[in-house]
């Protein structure tokens, strides 16, 4: 994680625990690290934690059991439309830099096939 960008700590953090829950490596029902156990993980302060739970529980990631932790949520919709979202934000910043550098639609779609099917 880059700690030196102008994305705020606690934004890092949450978007490195959606591609955790993306790419499998979290699963649905999981249990997170405590407050303390995630700070020492990242070298971030607890408040900045406690920040990236509530933010994730009010984007409706992840659940509260009051006295036992914090759990990635079960419901198999939301984490479809986590995967989309990811996927248009990336996308979209892709699409821009390239617009940027002059390339066409069809030049962007040639391109992205062909590397597609090398990197499968």
Same mark, same amino acid.
């Not at 995630?38 to 509260?64: C, K």
């Given at each position: 994680?880059?700690?030196?960008?102008?994305?705020?700590?606690?934004?890092?953090?949450?978007?490195?625990?959606? #591609?955790?829950?993306?790419?499998?490596?979290?699963?649905?029902?999981?249990?997170?690290?405590?407050?303390? +156990?995630?700070?020492?993980?990242?070298?971030? %302060?607890?408040?900045?934690?406690?920040?990236?739970? %509530? +933010?994730?529980?009010?984007?409706?990631?992840?659940?509260?059991?009051?006295?036992?932790?914090?759990?990635?949520?079960?419901?198999?919709?939301?984490?479809?439309?986590?995967?989309?979202?990811?996927? #248009?934000?990336?996308?979209?910043?892709?699409?821009?830099?390239? #617009?940027?550098?002059?390339?066409?639609? +069809?030049?962007?779609?040639?391109?992205?096939?062909?590397?597609?099917?090398?990197?499968?």
């Amino acid at each position: 994680m880059d700690f030196r960008s102008n994305i705020p700590l606690y934004l890092q953090v949450i978007a490195d625990i959606k #591609k955790k829950i993306i790419t499998g490596q979290l699963t649905p029902g999981e249990k997170l690290p405590s407050t303390r +156990e995630l700070a020492a993980l990242y070298q971030i %302060n607890p408040n900045t934690v406690v920040r990236v739970y %509530n +933010e994730m529980e009010l984007q409706n990631l992840t659940f509260t059991k009051r006295g036992i932790g914090t759990f990635i949520t079960e419901d198999a919709h939301r984490l479809s439309l986590l995967k989309e979202e990811m996927a #248009k934000l990336l996308a979209g910043e892709l699409v821009k830099e390239l #617009k940027d550098i002059g390339y066409t639609k +069809e030049e962007f779609l040639d391109t992205v096939a062909r590397i597609y099917d090398v990197t499968l």
